[in-house]
């Protein structure tokens, strides 16, 4: 019973962002603003969608980390956070809200389609380690979203569709520069998240680095973001190859975050 | 100096790390070995940061960025170090025994101390509870062992807290079983008291067998352990036990014997008689030791610090957007 009043509330929450979101491309494609209508649906969407987090939580004793379920459900809800503090600090880049939430949709689409059976939490995740470990990825992945949005802008304004419809924010050295200083945050917190793995993985599993699939491609991506940030400064690169690389970065976070769990076996899935 | 600019130059970095990423890439997905690339791109680095700090005078004006930078080198030796010093292996202990030193398997560095004789503890049994399906929850394993002061501690330890003893790290795994208890008296000689441990259970349930060689046999004697049903059940909670109801084959050569601990327990060999003592548990521990983890953390944690002050300081300055 408990576990239908769960589903009902996450669907709920998943209308008000779709609402919110559908709202943002709306708001863009008519050249309005309903910045405050796109911010209070998305803050019901998030209250309710913890509610629903907080419901499977004390139904099962244990927070969203073990399946893809829970796993997508938690990273809706982060990212949403995340997207939520960028939205209401950031007003000058808000449209950019009709680019971020079609990606949160994919993610909400996905979540309405694996199986939201119960689980268990396998002993190495009692740790308060686990809880760190997940913020910090949590935060970098977040503050990607909003670099990839920003660069979204940046792209799409080398189209006669993207220059009109995205005229009134800031010219692209602008966006440029807030990219980068979200991936800048995101590099502090995907190292911080690397270390936070590497002190569980040490307690969990007697040694602090593996190369197994999770961490090569956890690494992989922290490359990528190092190489994104020195390219920037040795480099004179163009807004638009800044957006490609950022993106870039997204897509090989999100693989990490997301496929690697279908292709590998090993202890540290990541989902399991 | 030409040598020396060239080595600072900031597109080399950016060289290196793409040739890492690729290296890393290739590594993975052809499943070679991560040691090579990951010590030829570090010294890479290594160098061309070096350059970098003597010949940009810019680079040390930034102390933050210093820092960080000067951190990921002290990690990058670090990490090197730990390479020639560490130790990965499996040790397996009867219920009620200590640990002898010995493991069944190991992997180490160069200069590993060998220290693990004196990180002597005794297994005193655990208890391993399952889910449905088999899934293994947490393990539980009591075990003591007598502190530099000569004092007797003891601990529960499990699958995610080890037991800390001269550097060394033992948790308790997926691999445990049953251990037959064996007398070997060979004739007119002191009789000798052994076990052999059966391949680990659950999860090779159907091979509860093991063959060894007895001193003085020229064949080896092959045992297995019979019991009915399923120990843990597959469809509700279970936990690790042994048996109630169980007998024990044994064989040489073409003969065969079943053994009921109720009442027959001896087997005539061809050079002595084997008894059968009892039955009992061991559990497989994976053991680590690598001292400079606490140095890596530290250095990681400055690096981080020392990130993210830059980035501060850079940043916090001067608005994104000052129109």
New interface residues.
Partial sequence: MEALVELRVLWAAVVAYVLAGSIAIIGVLLKKRPERSVLGLMLVGLLVHTASIAIRWERLGHGPFVSMFEILSSNVWSLMLVFVIAYWRLP?VRPMAALVMPILFIMMGWLMTVSPGET?LP??Y??VWLFIHIGFAKIFMGATLVAVGISGVILLRSTVFGREKFQRL?GNE?LD??SF?CM??G??FE??M??AG??WA???????WN?D?LE??S??TW??V??SL??R??FQISPRQGAWMIIAVFIAAFLTFFGVPFITQSAHQGAV | MTTLLRLASLRLTLAIFVVFLLGILLAHLAGLSFSPIVTACCFLWALNLIAVLFSHGNFRRQPALLVFHLALLVIVILVAAGRLIYLNGQAEVLEGQAFSGRLVNFESGRFHPWSLKEASFVNHGFQVRYAPGLQRLETRNRVSWTDEQGVDQTAVIGDDKPLLLKGYRFYTTWNKGFALIFEWQPKGQTPLLGSVNLPGYPGNALKQAQQWKLPGLPEPVWAMLQFEGDLIPQDQEGEFRLPDDYQVVVRYGERRWELNPADSKVVDLPGGQLRYVGLTTWMGYLVTWDATVPWLLLASTIAVLALSGHFWQKYWRRPWNPD
Avoid: C, K, N
């Fill in positions: 000058a268990r002993a190495t009692h740790t800031p602008r520069e807030l200083r800048a945050i590099f502090v190292s911080l690397l270390i590497a002190i040490q307690d969990a599993w007697g040694r602090y190369w699939p090569t491609w690494f992989i490359l990528l190092a190489i020195h390219a400064l040795t």
